[in-house]
């Protein structure tokens, strides 16, 4: 039988290996399936090709199962020590996350490295007749081009699982007694040698930390890793046997997992400073054209609305807790990534921005009866909608405006202007009386061998109305009490009158009209597409004797 310092060497070897390229030293994690992938999914599966740093490799990287093994090393290695099994510390005592070594020095140390641990233990573990994984001569067991599929997926803090750190007990504050903050977000102190706190700097990770290591500022998976799994570990050793996070791949990143996650349906406001409302000056940045004020008009923006509907701050703050103008500026810098602030503010398909986010809004079942059928990527918004941010801001004149008065003003001044502007902007809710909506509306132009067709007018309308709710963002873009109306009415002035569909729709199909449909195609086209795109399955689309009866014979 094998002993404990054997299988320690062999299942630590293993997880070494894993834990290295899941830090992101030695090789990556894999974050979708791997091409020609059978078999189970994992989401522990890394890959192993530290090697190629030095040269082409021979046969392809190795794709690792770390949490098969690293249940190997709990077995029998004491509590709290499963990490040290593979890892060496260096002088400071600051744990390598490289496996077995300090330093990658050469291609043929990795390789002897390596193949002596795995295959060594696995050797190890046939002798005592136990169930192991490949040895000597079966390469391609290990360097298989179509490995196990990964189930691998992202994993970040929304407001719920953020809260639930910041409001734990378990964690031991860090120069803040009334907080858990300092425990995560740290800045390196030059002066003292030392992390601290970085006090009103509680960025995201990748603020400071990036894909890649750079000189000795750990890459983010590194930083990620270690801090994260460290002191879950630290928290779930503790005498008072305290709940604490996963210590797993799986347990962060198994989709299976993740859907477990205890979730806070109320969380509180986290309080870091800033303002309900604020304004939005694409002028503002060091690298802004001079002589460029007022290229356009300012946005009020409600920053506590966008918050309660956002699960996380990173929605719009992707790297800093920042105005959005310092990284994406009227020209473009290199750190919001060259996105001018034209593109971060309005590209449609992008949920990083404004109208992209609001797009994806309206792709719900309950809006996209009607929105579905706007093709708002495909042509330019029209001015009215541009209106409904872009406005003159409430207590102070256009001449002080142009004259750079916000700019000049202080973040209070300015978030007092944002409020008072945003109080004035136009919401509507409802749409028109009743008497000015027809109960029924009877389709008959088209009538042949299907009787008219009686169109229950009002109760659509309602119907469409009771999704809406109280939506705000609806309230606000909704300008018009007859705006529903436009879902059907498309192309014409808003109106309780609006001109019928054969205004503009011929009979037959008129090519030269382009492709505006035949009035028979644009009905069946505008009433079948909203019930599929709002998911209405009655009545179905074959069934036509649903809508119009069929003449009696």
């Keep these: 039988m094998m002993n404990a310092k054997s299988l320690l060497r062999w299942a630590g070897a293993l997880v070494a290996v894993a834990a290295v390229t899941v830090f992101g030293l030695d090789a990556r994690g894999t974050t979708k399936p791997l091409p020609g992938s059978t078999g189970e999914q994992r989401a522990d599966l890394v890959e192993i090709g530290v090697m190629a740093k030095f040269g082409d490799l021979e046969l392809p990287k190795v794709t690792f199962p770390h949490d098969r093994h690293s249940e190997a090393v709990a077995k029998v290695a004491a509590p709290g020590k499963e990490c040290a099994t593979c890892h060496k510390n260096d002088d400071k005592g600051k744990m390598s996350l490289r496996f077995m070594r300090l330093e990658?020095?050469?291609?043929?140390?990795?390789?002897?490295?390596?193949?002596?641990?795995?295959?060594?233990?696995?050797?190890?573990?046939?002798?005592?007749?136990?169930?192991?994984?490949?040895?000597?001569?079966?390469?391609?067991?290990?360097?298989?081009?179509?490995?196990?599929?990964?189930?691998?997926?992202?994993?970040?803090?929304?407001?719920?699982?953020?809260?639930?750190?910041?409001?734990?007990?378990?964690?031991?504050?860090?120069?803040?007694?009334?907080?858990?903050?300092?425990?995560?977000?740290?800045?390196?102190?030059?002066?003292?040698?030392?992390?601290?706190?970085?006090?009103?700097?509680?960025?995201?990770?990748?603020?400071?930390?990036?894909?890649?290591?750079?000189?000795?500022?750990?890459?983010?998976?590194?930083?990620?890793?270690?801090?994260?799994?460290?002191?879950?570990?630290?928290?779930?050793?503790?005498?008072?046997?305290?709940?604490?996070?996963?210590?797993?791949?799986?347990?962060?990143?198994?989709?299976?997992m993740q859907a477990k996650f205890k979730v806070l349906r109320e969380v509180p406001r986290l309080e870091r400073g800033q303002a309900d409302a604020a304004m939005v000056l694409p002028e503002v940045g060091k690298n802004a054209p001079k002589g460029m004020k007022g290229t356009m008009?300012?946005?009020?923006?409600?920053?506590?609305?966008?918050?309660?509907?956002?699960?996380?701050?990173?929605?719009?703050?992707?790297?800093?807790?920042?105005?959005?103008?310092?990284?994406?500026?009227?020209?473009?810098?290199?750190?919001?990534?060259?996105?001018?602030?034209?593109?971060?503010?309005?590209?449609?398909?992008?949920?990083?921005?404004?109208?992209?986010?609001?797009?994806?809004?309206?792709?719900?079942?309950?809006?996209?009866?009607?929105?579905?059928?706007?093709?708002?990527?495909?042509?330019?918004?029209?001015?009215?909608?541009?209106?409904?941010?872009?406005?003159?801001?409430v207590g102070m004149d256009a001449k002080a405006v142009a004259d750079g008065g916000l700019l000049k003003a202080t973040k209070e001044q300015r978030a007092e202007v944002a409020a008072a502007t945003l109080a004035a902007r136009r919401t509507t809710k409802g749409t028109l009386p009743a008497d000015d909506i027809p109960e029924f509306v009877t389709i008959s132009v088209l009538s042949d061998k299907y009787e008219a067709s009686k169109l229950p007018h009002r109760k659509i309308v309602n119907t469409l109305m009771a999704g809406i709710g109280d939506d705000k963002l609806a309230a606000t873009f909704h300008t018009d009490k007859a705006t529903v109306c436009a879902g059907c009415h498309h192309n014409s002035p808003l109106s309780k009158t609006p001109p019928k569909c054969a205004s503009c729709h011929g009979k037959p199909f008129d090519a030269a009209k382009g492709d505006r449909p035949g009035l028979k195609a644009a009905y069946h086209q505008q009433c079948m597409g909203c019930h599929d795109r709002m998911k209405i399955e009655k009545p179905a689309a074959t069934a036509c004797a649903e809508c119009h009866k069929e003449r009696a014979k």
């Design 297 to 393: 008009k300012p946005v009020a923006f409600n920053h506590k609305v966008h918050e309660a509907a956002s699960n996380t701050c990173r929605a719009c703050h992707h790297v800093k807790i920042d105005n959005c103008t310092t990284c994406h500026t009227l020209e473009g810098v290199k750190d919001g990534s060259f996105v001018q602030v034209e593109k971060a503010m309005h590209q449609p398909d992008s949920m990083k921005s404004c109208v992209g986010c609001h797009n994806n809004r309206v792709e719900t079942p309950v809006c996209a009866g009607c929105h579905g059928f706007m093709k708002t990527e495909a042509k330019p918004q029209p001015e009215t909608a541009c209106a409904v941010c872009h406005a003159d801001p």
């Design 104 to 256: 990658d020095t050469s291609a043929a140390d990795l390789k002897k490295i390596y193949h002596e641990n795995c295959i060594g233990c696995h050797t190890e573990q046939a002798k005592a007749g136990k169930k192991t994984g490949p040895q000597d001569g079966e390469c391609r067991s290990c360097h298989n081009p179509k490995p196990v599929a990964s189930s691998w997926k992202e994993i970040g803090l929304d407001k719920s699982l953020h809260y639930r750190h910041v409001a734990s007990k378990a964690i031991a504050p860090v120069n803040d007694p009334q907080k858990n903050c300092g425990a995560c977000h740290h800045v390196y102190d030059e002066a003292a040698k030392k992390l601290s706190w970085g006090k009103n700097k509680e960025d995201s990770c990748r603020a400071c930390h990036g894909d890649a290591r750079v000189e000795k500022k750990p890459s983010l998976r590194e930083a990620a890793h270690t801090q994260c799994v460290t002191c879950h570990r630290s928290v779930a050793a503790a005498p008072a046997k305290a709940d604490s996070g996963p210590v797993s791949c799986a347990g962060c990143h198994d989709p299976a």
